[in-house]
């Protein structure tokens, strides 16, 4: 997979903010995409390493209407929590380096 299509972008809740103070960042990535990809681009694209990184897929949220018929509201989508390194700078996703 091409390394430029692996994060989609940062998620921004409460509990992911409260994260970045322990150097643990909640990224949005392509569905496809590993753990090694996601340390690939990190390293690569903004120059910091991970020390672990950790996978949750996001399950779609549906709605019954009748007759055994579902209506899909919200597609399932893919997180990952990155741990970065001590001696490793702070992830800033808007400075992408080609």
Known sequence: MELTRIILGPVTTEKSELGKEQRTYTLRVAPEATKIDVKNALKKYYDVDAVSVRVMRVGPKKRLIGA??????????????????????????????S
Do not use: E, I, N, Y
């Not at 919200?74 to 992408?96: C, E, G, H, I």
């Open 68 to 97: 055994g018929k579902v209506m899909v509201k919200r597609k399932p989508w893919k997180k990952m929590l990155v741990t970065l390194a001590a001696k490793s700078k702070a992830l800033d996703l808007v400075q992408f380096k």
